[in-house]
C-alpha cells in the first residue's frame, strides 16, 4: 500500500469508527498515520530494528529455561516479575531476580521484555495506602471468586505504580538487552486487559463514578510514566473491551477507551508504542477480520502490533487454543502463528512449555515471524 492510499485508509478507519467521539483528537489521527506509515520512531532506532520474532513467555517469578535460552529460534525472554517482590517495602527495591534475568538472557543474545505484575501481584503496603487514603475499591467475581480491587484510576494506586515504574526505569533503561517494556492500566486480574462488565458489574462501576474520561486519564498517567522512564525501549499494551449489548454500558463503543487510550499514547509518543493482544489461538477470525476487536485494534493499529498465546498448546487437554476441538498441538500453534501473522504481528508471546515441547513449530514461527516483509 502506498502513502497516499494508507493515509486515505486510515482517515476513512479513524471517520467511521470516530465520528463524535470525545477523546478522539486531530493529534492522535496524526500520530496514527505517521506512526502506521513507519515515518517516526524512537530516535536512533530504524524499523528496521522493531523486535520480531518468537518471545518465550516465562513462568512468573521463575527463572527461563536453559533449553529456551539456548534456542536460536527465540527472540526474547518475557520476564515475568511480581511488584510484591521486587518492591516490599515501599521504596525498597530487591533487583536480584531480574537483574540475573536479565543477565542470563543477555549472555544468551536474546533480547528481554519486563512484565511487572501490578494487580494480582501488588504489593499490601499498596492496599494500605490507598485505604488510608479513603480510596475507592471494586468487588467482583473473578472466575467465581469474590475479588476487590483498587478502581483503575485512584490517584494513590496510580501514585504508587507511577513511582515504581520509574525507578524500574532508572534501573533498566539504560540495558540494551531490555528492548520491551509492558504496560496496564485496565486490568482486573492479571496484566491483561480485564474490565469487568456483566450488567451487575457495569451497575457498580457506575455507581462508583466510573467514566470514559477517568478511564483514559488513567491510561495516559501509566502510559506517559513507562514511556518517560524507559525512552530506549518500546512499550505494550494489552488491549480489550468494556463491554457492549448488555442494554447500559459503560462506554459509547466496545473498543472506545482501548482504542483511543492508543490514539493518545501515538500521538504523544510517536513510533514507541505495541498494540498487543492477549488471546491468540486458531479461532480469531481470518484478518482483515470482522468488525470486531481483532480488526479495530490489530488490524488498524499495523505495523507496531503484537500477539500472545491464549494458552499453552502442548499437554492441553482442553484445547483451548483450537476452540475446544481436539488437535495435534504443534498444529495448532503453527495456525496460530499464522493468524497473528495476518493481522501483522511482529511479535507472538509463547508459553514457555511450548518453547520447550514443540521445536519444530517454534522453528516455524521464528521463520514466518522474522520472515515478514521490512514494514515501508
Known amino acids: 500500500m502506498n502513502m497516499n492510499n494508507f493515509v486515505d485508509f486510515a482517515w476513512n478507519v479513524a471517520h467511521r469508527k470516530h465520528a463524535g467521539t470525545r477523546a478522539f483528537r486531530m493529534p492522535a489521527l496524526l500520530g496514527l498515520l505517521l506512526c502506521a506509515a513507519g515515518l517516526l520512531a524512537i530516535p536512533g532506532k530504524a524499523f528496521a530494528q522493531v523486535p520480531r520474532g518468537v518471545f518465550s513467555l516465562s513462568n512468573p517469578d521463575r527463572i527461563a529455561n536453559e533449553t529456551v535460552l539456548n534456542n536460536p529460534d527465540v527472540t526474547a525472554i518475557s520476564i515475568r516479575h511480581g511488584w510484591a517482590s521486587l518492591e516490599p517495602a515501599e521504596g525498597v527495591f530487591d533487583w536480584t531476580f531480574l537483574d540475573s534475568e536479565v543477565a542470563r538472557a543477555a549472555a544468551a543474545g536474546k533480547q528481554v521484555m519486563l512484565r511487572i505484575g501490578t494487580q494480582t501481584s501488588k504489593p499490601a503496603w499498596v492496599i494500605t495506602a490507598i485505604e488510608n487514603a479513603g480510596g475507592t475499591f471494586f468487588t467482583f467475581l473473578d472466575h467465581g471468586v469474590l475479588t476487590t480491587i483498587p478502581v483503575f484510576w485512584d490517584p494513590t494506586f496510580l501514585a504508587k505504580k507511577t513511582a515504581m515504574i520509574t525507578a524500574l526505569g532508572e534501573h533498566f533503561t539504560n540495558n540494551p538487552a531490555v528492548t520491551v517494556v509492558s504496560a496496564s492500566f485496565a486490568n482486573c486480574c492479571g496484566e491483561d486487559w480485564g474490565v469487568p462488565h456483566t450488567p451487575p458489574d457495569i451497575a457498580r462501576w457506575l455507581a462508583l463514578g466510573y467514566t470514559s474520561e477517568k ?84 488490524w488498524d493499529f499495523q505495523p507496531l502490533v503484537g500477539w500472545q498465546m491464549l494458552y499453552p498448546c502442548n499437554n492441553d487437554p482442553t484445547y483451548r487454543v483450537n476452540c475446544g476441538v481436539p488437535i495435534d498441538p504443534a498444529a495448532a500453534l503453527r495456525r496460530s502463528v499464522d493468524a497473528g501473522v495476518s493481522y501483522g504481528g511482529k511479535f507472538i508471546e509463547i508459553y514457555q512449555t511450548d518453547v520447550i515441547n514443540l521445536p519444530g513449530a517454534i522453528t516455524y514461527a521464528h521463520d514466518t515471524l522474522v520472515g515478514q516483509d521490512p514494514d515501508p
Open 215 to 298: 478511564m483514559l486519564e488513567a491510561g495516559r498517567t501509566i502510559i506517559d510514566a513507562t514511556m518517560a522512564a524507559f525512552p530506549n525501549q518500546y512499550v505494550t499494551l494489552s488491549v480489550g473491551g468494556t463491554g457492549k449489548g448488555h442494554g447500559t454500558d459503560l462506554d459509547p463503543t466496545d473498543d472506545y477507551v482501548a482504542r483511543n487510550a492508543v490514539l493518545n499514547a501515538r500521538a504523544s509518543w510517536p513510533g514507541r508504542l505495541f498494540v498487543q493482544r492477549n488471546i491468540l489461538s486458531t479461532c480469531i477470525p481470518p484478518a482483515p477480520g470482522t468488525d470486531t476487536l481483532f480488526e479495530t485494534l490489530m
